[in-house]
């Protein structure tokens, strides 16, 4: 596996269930058996795009989990220091959001970052508040929610309600907590759209389940099945529309079992997955007697799939993936690269491209 490619977005939906489900899904069979060592990037790569971020020298960037775009904006979300960064489209320093605290506006703890129409939402799952604030990082509003309503993941819907997604089971009642439904801006639940009853391993990630779409559709992935959803953010409809099968066994096949850890037999599970407009492209952690990681692509267009190992960077200006992240532009992978790991694994390139611990580099793979 790339030294730098972690995962792209990840996801989680629960696959039995329900709720207003309808079914158009294909099945894609993947096979471990036949795994090639590389496979060129230009071959599902149409165009590679760079914005160099900077912040001011008395700044700097800690662990980035989120990369989002709106409008003119570019926001980085800073899990380890807890705040948001806002740029312009061409790299240039705003403002910062957000703060840890005590105070007005001010959160214990940061679970993620998500945008709505003009606001920008931190939530303190552990406190069970949601944070609005402006662009320019005035405090908004403060949401409250019952303890009762743990979500894995969260986003804001066009009409200001928000889609919850609970993938982490109760210790207690591992049945509950775990599907899909709406949250309005008063922290009521007002509408469950697929609840999940059956027990199998939780697949913790850092990464958002939600994938972004077109035509007013997102995307909900779930590793251990290998099932994945559409969502229609204008009539709520909820689609299965693609089921990934493995020669390794799911791990959603375990049933009964709550975590990975208790798993003794070869298990795999889809960690990653990006489903652009005409490939299928995603990433396998294999549990096998010789465990690796494995990239998938299949061509919705030729309707074959690849199998490999790792990517050759046959593309002028590449030489590694990146550390992939959250972000809200389909059709795209967006990975970044920062001082430290640049300066380990690429001493070369961090002279070159005169890194330092203010900078950042975010790249936009977009898939053909």
Same mark, same amino acid.
């Given at each position: ?23 158009? *899904? ?46 003119? %904006? ?7 220091? *807890? ?10 320093? $705003? %403002? @910062? ?29 552990? *406190?069970?508040?949601?944070? +609005?604030?402006?662009?320019?990082? #005035? ?23 928000? $889609?919850?997604?609970? &993938? ?7 049945? @509950? ?15 469950? !759209? ?10 913790? +990630?850092?990464? +958002? ?7 007013? &559709? !997102? ?29 390794? @066994? ?8 709550? %975590?990975?850890?208790?798993? @003794? ?11 652009? #407009? ?11 007697? *010789? ?5 998938? $692509? ?16 046959? !593309?002028?200006?590449?030489?590694? $993936? ?47």
């Amino acid at each position: 596996m790339n030294k730098y490619f972690y995962v792209v977005i990840v996801f989680c939906l629960l696959a039995c269930s329900s709720g207003d489900k309808t079914t158009d *899904a294909f099945t894609v069979h993947v096979d471990f058996s036949n795994c090639d060592e590389s496979y060129p990037l230009s071959s599902f790569i149409d165009s590679v795009h760079s914005i160099r971020l900077e912040l001011p020298d008395s700044l700097f960037f800690g662990e980035v989990s989120d990369v989002l775009f709106a409008d003119t %904006n570019i926001y980085v979300t800073d899990s380890k220091q *807890a705040v948001v960064y806002r740029f312009n489209s061409t790299g240039e320093f $705003l %403002n @910062k959001i957000g703060s840890r605290g005590g105070g007005p506006g001010e959160y214990t703890s940061m679970n993620s970052c998500f945008l709505g129409k003009d606001v920008v939402f931190i939530d303190d799952l552990s *406190a069970r508040q949601i944070y +609005s604030y402006t662009p320019d990082g #005035d405090f908004i509003d403060r949401i409250s929610f019952p303890f009762s309503f743990v979500y894995t993941d969260i986003m804001c819907l066009p009409d200001g309600d928000f $889609l919850c997604h609970g &993938l982490s089971p109760d210790s207690e009642e591992p049945e @509950k907590n775990r599907g899909l439904w709406i949250m309005n801006s008063k922290g009521e639940k007002i509408k469950t !759209i697929l609840s999940i009853t059956d027990v199998y391993p939780y697949i913790s +990630s850092p990464f +958002s389940s939600f994938l972004p779409g077109e035509d007013g &559709l !997102i995307y909900i992935c779930e590793p251990p099945t290998g099932m994945t959803y559409s969502f229609n953010l204008n009539n709520h409809e909820l689609k299965e529309v693609l089921r990934q099968r493995s020669d390794v @066994k799911m791990i959603s096949e375990f049933k009964g079992m709550t %975590n990975d850890f208790s798993v @003794k037999e070869d298990h795999t599970y889809c960690y990653t997955l990006v489903n652009s #407009d005409h490939y299928i492209f995603s990433l396998w952690p294999l549990h096998t007697e *010789a465990p690796m990681w494995a990239y998938t $692509l299949y061509s919705k267009v030729t309707q074959k799939m690849e199998v490999f190992k790792d990517t050759s960077f046959d !593309i002028p200006g590449v030489f590694s $993936l990146g550390r992939s992240v959250i972000s809200n532009i389909p059709n795209t992978l967006v990975s970044y690269f920062f001082d430290e790991t640049i300066r380990e694994y690429f001493p070369e390139e961090h002279e070159k491209l005169k890194m330092k611990e203010n900078i950042l580099i975010v790249k936009k793979f977009v898939f053909k």
